[in-house]
């Protein structure tokens, strides 16, 4: 848009936590408009870690909630060119494109898993994610580097 910015949708919160954090993980998690199955792979999801996890005095809510924690990034590299040449600048990330990335990732990387249904393949790269490793905490640390090795170039911030 040119003129003015967009506004922002309103989204509400999901029937059982009543968290509007997990309805826009589930919006991030939808395909085709499937909307309910997302909700119900979510939750599958969360009763698997709260089984396989039940000596851990947290909740699966808070479980899931650290895991994407830790793999939200806190830099990102964005490319500018100067006099020719194309620089990766790293820049700090405002927090509603924090969490859409770490989102994103955790659900690209959990449709990459081999595993039988899609909540236990999500349960497994969340359960990754709450012990720092698997392949959206990979993504952040590599991304994290990446903005170290070029911080010389920070100075062409725009």
Same mark, same amino acid.
């Given at each position: ?14 029937? $059982? ?6 309805? $826009? ?52 590299? $964005?490319? $500018? ?78």
């Amino acid at each position: 848009m040119r003129k003015s910015k967009p506004k922002k949708r309103i989204l509400t919160p999901d029937p $059982r936590f009543n968290d509007k954090l997990v309805t $826009r993980f589930v919006n991030e998690l939808m395909m085709n408009g499937k909307k309910n199955l997302a909700y119900n792979i979510f939750y599958d999801a969360l009763e698997i870690i709260g089984a396989k996890m039940k000596d851990n005095e947290e909740s699966p809510l808070e479980i899931w909630k650290k895991a994407l924690q830790n793999v939200t990034p806190k830099v990102e590299v $964005r490319s $500018r060119r100067v006099g020719g040449a194309t620089f990766q600048i790293p820049q700090e990330i405002r927090d509603s494109r924090k969490v859409a990335l770490s989102m994103k990732a955790m659900i690209k990387y959990t449709r990459a898993r081999n595993g039988k249904t899609m909540a236990d393949k999500l349960a497994a790269e969340i359960m990754a994610a709450y012990n720092e490793e698997g392949g959206a905490f990979k993504k952040k640390e590599d991304t994290h580097r990446m903005a170290e090795a070029n911080k010389a170039f920070s100075h062409f911030r725009f």
